[in-house]
């Protein structure tokens, strides 16, 4: 599930040269064009479908006269800062207690044990069917636990709940009775955002993630095209899990790859996207990229794992087409690192013509970059009619930290496509839901690394060409290069800044950490 930038330099004019190794660095240069305009296209397409299908809100087939067994899972591991927090308000839920199992999923190997073990204990006295389950042996991590958790679940369905995720109460009686037709097998709310307004960084993941969940999830449930459980805040008719295969553990995103099964053998789900469950942002860059990279190479993982599947299936033509685009939507990032490898100052010399700027040019920019700012600008309008012109002033914004994730992420996807290993790595919460909690001294940090310095690099040579553009005079392509080095700057300074306490970017000051 994640956001896509393609960007490009559309006022850099490419020499024609005749050398040969000009011919062929014009060759990859225009084909990685292309490549991000077919991406571009894909997120017209969306739009499209979104516009055409906004007004056909599912609705239940009936309504149940007796409510069915609900197992709630809540997966953990380390999440000192927010279980509590996930507890209690799982505890809210209205919906009979005598009907509700609780299944506390928690492979936690700090103190999150001792605090999940006191609420499930407190959670009992109360009258609740509280189940905690702990694991020694993390074999499968989060698919794993779940697995696990469906062997002992009493409950005809399941709803999934990661541990930064705070359920409103009635979350689970404007869910349940789509489940009243049976060929439903699962069911999706959307994302909402506790810190939204936290940071720079917080707020654009919002405006990310509202595209995403409301735009892409919403025109693929409506058009009878396939998506995907978004791995949390949703709910799972467990036959439709059990019919699917199961929970498994070959790729990093388990939720996509069962999504993507269930749908290949006849489930329907649905999308309720005025049902929000609100959810904790990331709010350090370290962490933020941590989940991107996990996001982006599960992604590709369940690509190759299924698209020869999908495409040896008797789908309709236009369901396969648009599951192969979906599913291979984060080579884009791949795209977009080599695009930055490929642009250097001597391509904006003079040469091209007014020809070639507007059979080439025009429509590669219209095609790749204005449907990224129309994407996300719709998404804003549907979402905040009164305000979404606020919104989309963080645009700009926008577009730099997905240019700056490129690296991040093109090294997922080549991790990917080589079957480079790697463990579940979780993304640190902190329980941060106003501007007055702070997270800098918290017990958790994500996993360092040296891409950083791989990303000032770029910084630096994306300074220098901005200055080579200022110097000769090609200020229409300012704009575009402004995006690229601030872009990198930006991720590259905030990784940095995530690892010493007294630098903060766009958050609030180094303090004691305050739990939920």
Same mark, same amino acid.
């Given at each position: 599930?994640?956001?896509?930038l393609?960007?490009?330099?559309?006022?850099?004019?490419?020499?024609?040269?005749?050398?040969?190794?000009?011919?062929?660095w014009?060759?990859?240069?225009?084909?990685?064009?292309?490549?991000?305009?077919?991406?571009?296209?894909?997120?017209?397409f969306?739009?499209?479908?979104?516009?055409?299908?906004?007004?056909r809100?599912?609705?239940?087939?009936?309504?149940?006269e007796?409510?069915?067994t609900?197992?709630?899972?809540?997966?953990?591991?380390?999440?000192?800062?927010?279980?509590?927090?996930?507890?209690?308000?799982?505890?809210?839920?209205?919906?009979?207690r005598?009907?509700?199992?609780?299944?506390?999923?928690?492979?936690?190997?700090?103190?999150?044990?001792?605090?999940?073990?006191?609420?499930?204990?407190?959670?009992?006295?109360r009258g609740?069917?509280?189940?905690r389950?702990?694991?020694?042996?993390?074999?499968?991590?989060?698919?794993?636990?779940?697995a696990?958790?469906?062997?002992?679940a009493?409950?005809?369905?399941?709803? $999934?709940?990661?541990? =930064?995720? @705070?359920? !409103?109460?009635? %979350?689970?009686k404007?869910?349940?009775? &789509?489940? *009243?037709?049976?060929?439903?097998?699962?069911?999706?709310?959307?994302?909402?955002?506790?810190?939204?307004?936290?940071?720079?960084?917080?707020?654009?993941?919002?405006?990310?993630?509202?595209?995403?969940?409301?735009?892409e999830?919403?025109?693929?449930?409506?058009s009878?095209?396939?998506f995907?459980?978004?791995?949390?805040?949703?709910?799972?008719?467990?036959s439709?899990?059990?019919?699917?295969?199961?929970?498994?553990?070959?790729?990093?995103?388990?939720?996509?790859?069962?999504?993507?099964?269930?749908?290949?053998?006849?489930?329907?789900? $649905?999308?309720?996207? =005025?049902? @929000?469950? !609100?959810?904790? %942002?990331?709010?350090?860059?370290?962490? &933020?990229? *941590?989940?991107?990279?996990?996001?982006?190479?599960?992604?590709?993982?369940?690509?190759?794992?299924?698209?020869p599947?999908?495409?040896?299936?008797r789908?309709?033509f236009?369901?396969?087409?648009?599951?192969t685009?979906?599913?291979?939507?984060?080579?884009?990032?791949?795209?977009l690192?080599?695009?930055?490898v490929?642009?250097?100052?001597?391509?904006?010399?003079?040469?091209g013509?007014?020809?070639?700027?507007?059979?080439?040019?025009?429509?590669?920019?219209?095609?790749?970059?204005?449907?990224?700012?129309?994407?996300?600008?719709?998404?804003?309008r549907?979402?905040?009619?009164?305000?979404?012109?606020?919104e989309i002033?963080?645009?700009?914004?926008?577009?730099?930290?997905?240019?700056?994730?490129?690296?991040n992420?093109?090294?997922?996807?080549?991790?990917?496509?080589?079957?480079?290993?790697?463990?579940?790595?979780?993304?640190?919460?902190?329980?941060?839901e106003?501007?007055?909690?702070?997270?800098?001294?918290?017990?958790?940090?994500?996993?360092?690394s040296?891409?950083?310095?791989?990303e000032?690099?770029?910084?630096i040579?994306?300074?220098y060409?901005?200055?080579f553009?200022?110097?000769?005079?090609?200020?229409?392509?300012?704009?575009?290069?402004?995006?690229?080095?601030?872009?990198?700057?930006?991720?590259?300074?905030?990784s940095?800044?995530?690892?010493?306490?007294?630098?903060?970017?766009?958050?609030?000051?180094?303090?004691?950490?305050?739990?939920?």
């Amino acid at each position: 599930m994640s956001p896509l930038l393609p960007q490009l330099v559309a006022a850099v004019e490419t020499p024609m040269q005749g050398s040969l190794g000009h011919i062929i660095w014009t060759v990859c240069y225009l084909s990685v064009l292309i490549g991000l305009s077919a991406y571009g296209v894909h997120r017209y397409f969306i739009i499209y479908l979104y516009l055409k299908n906004r007004k056909r809100a599912p609705v239940p087939a009936r309504y149940f006269e007796q409510l069915p067994t609900v197992t709630m899972q809540l997966p953990i591991f380390n999440e000192m800062y927010v279980a509590e927090r996930l507890l209690r308000s799982v505890s809210e839920l209205d919906y009979p207690r005598e009907l509700l199992q609780i299944q506390v999923l928690d492979d936690s190997i700090d103190e999150t044990r001792e605090i999940t073990a006191s609420c499930a204990d407190e959670l009992r006295q109360r009258g609740f069917n509280v189940q905690r389950i702990h694991r020694v042996d993390r074999t499968g991590f989060k698919a794993g636990a779940l697995a696990v958790g469906l062997e002992a679940a009493e409950g005809e369905f399941v709803c $999934i709940l990661d541990a =930064d995720f @705070v359920p !409103p109460p009635d %979350l689970l009686k404007r869910t349940i009775h &789509f489940f *009243s037709d049976p060929n439903v097998g699962m069911i999706q709310t959307r994302w909402g955002h506790l810190n939204r307004g936290y940071s720079l960084l917080t707020r654009m993941q919002a405006i990310f993630l509202d595209g995403h969940l409301l735009l892409e999830q919403t025109a693929r449930s409506r058009s009878g095209r396939f998506f995907n459980f978004n791995g949390t805040a949703g709910l799972w008719r467990r036959s439709c899990i059990e019919e699917a295969g199961g929970w498994q553990h070959d790729t990093l995103c388990e939720d996509l790859d069962l999504s993507y099964r269930a749908q290949l053998v006849g489930w329907k789900f $649905i999308f309720l996207s =005025d049902v @929000v469950t !609100p959810a904790e %942002l990331p709010v350090d860059m370290n962490g &933020f990229k *941590s989940q991107q990279h996990r996001w982006t190479k599960g992604s590709i993982q369940t690509c190759k794992k299924l698209l020869p599947t999908i495409w040896r299936s008797r789908l309709p033509f236009p369901i396969k087409l648009e599951a192969t685009g979906h599913l291979m939507s984060n080579f884009a990032y791949l795209l977009l690192a080599f695009l930055c490898v490929l642009l250097h100052p001597s391509s904006g010399a003079p040469g091209g013509g007014w020809l070639r700027t507007l059979l080439i040019d025009v429509p590669i920019f219209l095609a790749a970059s204005v449907s990224v700012a129309i994407f996300y600008i719709c998404a804003q309008r549907e979402l905040h009619p009164r305000t979404w012109m606020k919104e989309i002033l963080f645009l700009p914004c926008l577009l730099a930290l997905g240019i700056g994730l490129s690296l991040n992420n093109a090294r997922a996807v080549l991790e990917a496509l080589f079957n480079h290993k790697s463990d579940f790595t979780r993304t640190p919460k902190y329980g941060i839901e106003r501007k007055s909690q702070h997270w800098r001294t918290c017990k958790y940090r994500p996993l360092k690394s040296a891409l950083p310095l791989a990303e000032l690099a770029f910084a630096i040579y994306f300074t220098y060409f901005l200055w080579f553009a200022i110097a000769h005079g090609q200020f229409l392509s300012v704009p575009f290069l402004l995006m690229f080095q601030g872009g990198f700057l930006y991720v590259c300074i905030s990784s940095f800044a995530n690892r010493w306490p007294k630098i903060s970017l766009g958050g609030s000051r180094a303090a004691t950490a305050i739990p939920a």
